[in-house]
């Protein structure tokens, strides 16, 4: 088990497993002959997706953003996502040197499936579900809740009520504070929270300050650095013609005040930096883990 000290906030990026999505649902109504140059594709036109969480040690507390799609679906739902590499939510958390048990908090940027699987997991005799994480809270928003438990007909299969529902029947749910406008400065987590709609309800973005650095977990506002031109939107996103406009309002904020951003989707490209160019918010350095975090 974790012993606590009261020792400055650290972020532990954790590997929950990568996966494959189709190329051209990634990237909606851009050609593949555009999109292929930053993100090659396999034999089945395929990309390589990673499910990279973010833990922060901050003194009693540890909270990690997303869960990747846990393991407690079918053999035939996995085969859709090709999955590949040895990467695991647990032993990703135990070579940090933690253990789920020392979760205290579970923040859920939104609730499809590659985001929260991992949040619950069979109980011992696979007879139903428990959270995979006993003594966390979890954290959603009264908005995407309610949008992911009374699913539209485009997300349902995006929401999968064994994933969501027993985090509620746990008794250990819990919503972050109202808000008016599209930032919050949550005074319940040990972060900011910036609201995006486009991919779906009430999206939470993380602002982390992090040894005067502003790390931003990018979630699916910016799935991976091939998706900065404003236009490059996924065929997922249930209001693509909102997301161009808050991922511009959003990446003009990270050009001006140098924000690292976190991306969880990006299998090559952990963290990077961007800059303004005469084409518009482009990409300015990239970052591996080792050499961001140590």
């Known amino acids: 088990m974790f012993n606590y000290l009261c020792l400055p906030m650290e972020l532990h990026p954790i590997e929950a497993g990568n996966f494959k999505l189709d190329g051209g649902a990634m990237f ?6 555009i999109w292929s140059k930053t993100n090659p594709a396999d034999n089945n036109n395929m990309i390589d997706i990673a499910a990279r969480c973010l833990l922060i040690e901050d003194g009693k507390r540890l909270t990690l ?15 859709y996502y090709y999955p590949w590499g040895e990467h695991k939510l647990e032993s990703s958390l135990n070579n940090k040197g933690f253990h789920k048990d020392d979760i205290t908090d579970v923040f859920l940027s939104h609730l ?10 069979w109980n011992k005799n696979k007879t139903g579900y428990e959270p995979s994480f006993k ?9 995407h809740w309610d949008w992911a438990t009374k699913p539209n007909r485009r997300e349902k299969a995006s929401f999968l009520v064994e994933n969501i529902i ?11 504070e109202s808000y008016d406008g599209d930032f919050l400065e949550s005074k319940k987590m040990n972060f900011d929270i910036f609201f995006a709609d486009g991919h779906t ?16 977990f990018m979630a699916d506002l910016l799935p ?9 939107v996924m065929g997922y996103d249930t209001r693509p013609l909102l997301t161009m406009p808050e991922k511009e309002k959003f ?3 990270a050009a001006n005040n140098n924000y690292y951003l976190f991306l969880e989707h990006d299998a090559h490209n952990p963290i990077i930096t961007v800059k303004h160019t005469d084409r518009g918010v482009r990409l300015d350095e990239c970052f591996t883990i080792n050499e961001f975090f140590n």
């Open 28 to 33: 909606g109504v851009v050609p593949k002959s």
């Open 65 to 79: 953003i997303d869960t990747g799609m846990g393991n407690k679906q079918s053999d035939k739902f996995f085969g």
């Open 112 to 121: 499809h499936f590659d985001h929260c699987g991992g949040a619950i997991q």
């Open 135 to 143: 003594n966390a809270t979890y954290w959603s928003n009264t908005n």
């Open 166 to 176: 027993p985090i509620q029947e746990s008794g250990q749910l819990n919503f972050v």
């Open 201 to 216: 309800e009430k999206q939470m973005i993380p602002h982390i300050n992090y040894k005067g650095k502003k790390v931003v």
């Open 224 to 232: 991976t650095a091939g998706h900065l031109p404003l236009p490059f």
């Open 251 to 253: 990446l003009n904020l």
